[in-house]
């Protein structure tokens, strides 16, 4: 009989000593306790377009019964072949459904079973911050290392007066080479950017790309806010730069291109040697996803496959109707002392609040960054809710962006119009309330 004790035996395994719990729990619970206008989280907070979730009843009442058994583990047929089409016209070669594509549960999961699937004890991993905060435990499971990068602004393109725009961040070139060596397995890269906003130019992506080459490293590319681009920039698949399809892997997500986060599906596509990895780790752990939702979700990709160039396209309207978000939250911010960094894309706006510090008292948070004291003073004492984007920073650099807060605009105009009171009553100031920004009517869709 063994003498040792429950707790000595059942502790963390090894490979996760050292996580720290996730600040997205903390704050969804604070959420829940004081109930803030919650500009935190990446979803809508209003009605996504009723086809979209008629594809999902259907679905699940489908007179085919099969639609609600288990299905293909990488993916369901009829999702990897909406999903072939689709990429294999925006990328400019034909994916094989079968071998180069893999469903995942959420972009989450392509995330992991792509870490999982590629680095081993010692394998060096460089990523790009503000990163969308998993990348680093991810990494770190597996025995890799990770070796960071910040996006600096770039003080040759910005004046004190001017805006700064996500495009100001950059990478410096000759910091960027000094990470990649023979130890370097992999580069992860966000474009559209989380939270900045920063859609990465293709001299940026060409950059990358020749060090790829250079040192023989993979590239695995998040672009689950692909879709939202806004002013004359465009979102550039790194896969389709020559001498990159061979060495990336790019992941996608439902939850954010149909604006329904809680169905929870994503992809992997890229090679097939590469994907092949990706396939083991999955199906070690998931194994297979929600049929109803892959065969909803396949349903709606085929209806806007066929109208991608019409402005009717839910890509385009969702573009379309986020810019106008974007640019009343800009000016909402500016109006009340918050100098905000306009984003090319995604949904996230971050804002600097150091001209408000002398209105919040951060001596009653315990937090060491001040942006979480910030926040959390925000959520108990004004009632809004943001994030804060140290999270999305390695130790060394938390400091870096503790000034600022992370918002999402993907909000109701009539909720995005109570932020902007509340915010307006906070720092005393007055605005004009913006007629395109009144609430919607009833039936309006996104
Ligand atoms: N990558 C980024 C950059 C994200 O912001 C998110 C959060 N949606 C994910 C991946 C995970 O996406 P999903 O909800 O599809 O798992
Ligand atoms: N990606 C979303 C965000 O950044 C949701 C967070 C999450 O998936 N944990 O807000």
């Known amino acids: 009989m063994s003498c040792q004790s ?192 920063k859609v990465f130019s293709r001299i940026e992506l060409t950059k990358i790309a020749e060090l790829c080459q250079k040192y023989n490293v993979l590239c695995v590319s998040d672009e689950v806010y692909e879709w939202m681009i806004f002013d004359d920039n465009k979102h550039i698949r790194i896969c389709t730069l020559p001498g990159m399809w061979e060495r990336t892997i790019t992941i996608g997500s439902a939850g954010k291109t149909f604006s329904v986060t809680g169905w929870k599906t994503g992809w992997a596509y890229g090679p097939a040697n590469l994907i092949i990895n990706l396939k083991m780790v999955h199906q070690n752990c998931v194994y297979n996803c929600p049929t109803p939702i892959q065969e909803a979700i396949a349903i709606i990709f085929e209806g806007e496959i066929k109208r991608l160039d019409s402005p009717a396209c839910y890509f385009n309207v969702l573009a379309a109707e986020l810019k106008k978000k974007r640019d009343f939250m800009a000016e909402f911010l500016n109006e009340n002392g918050m100098k905000p960094i306009i984003p090319q894309g995604g949904f996230f706006m971050t804002a600097n609040w150091s001209a408000l510090e002398n209105k919040a008292d951060l001596s009653t948070e315990l937090d060491t960054q001040q942006d979480f004291r910030f926040t959390k003073w925000m959520i108990k004492n004004v009632g809004v809710l943001a994030m804060p984007p140290s999270a999305f920073f390695s130790d060394t650099n938390k400091s870096m962006m503790e000034h600022f807060v992370r918002y999402c605009f993907f909000k109701t105009d009539e909720n995005l119009q109570t932020a902007a009171n509340i915010l307006k009553e906070w720092t005393g100031k007055v605005m004009t309330i913006r007629q395109n920004c009144l609430p919607a009517p009833p039936n309006d869709s996104i």
């Open 6 to 197: 429950i707790d000595a035996k059942f502790q963390l395994p090894q490979r996760y000593q050292g996580q720290i719990q996730s600040f997205w729990d903390e704050y969804i619970q604070l959420t829940l306790k004081y109930k803030p206008m919650n500009l935190g989280l990446g979803f809508t907070d209003g009605p996504v377009p009723q086809y979209i979730t008629d594809a999902l009843a259907a679905a699940a009442k489908s007179p085919n019964s099969i639609v609600n058994q288990y299905t293909r583990g990488s993916g369901h047929p009829r999702l990897i072949q909406a999903l072939s089409t689709l990429y294999s016209q925006l990328v400019d070669r034909k994916i094989d459904p079968i071998n180069e594509m893999l469903i995942t549960i959420g972009a989450y999961e392509a995330l992991y079973a792509t870490i999982q699937g590629h680095v081993d004890e010692g394998d060096e991993v460089i990523i790009i911050e503000p990163f969308f905060e998993c990348y680093e435990p991810m990494v770190k499971i597996c025995g890799g290392v990770p070796r960071f990068i910040p996006l600096r602004l770039n003080n040759t393109t910005t004046s004190s007066n001017s805006e700064i725009n996500s495009s100001d961040y950059v990478l410096d070139d000759g910091e960027l080479e000094g990470l990649f060596n023979e130890k370097t397995k992999m580069i992860i890269l966000n474009t559209p950017n989380n939270p900045l906003g």
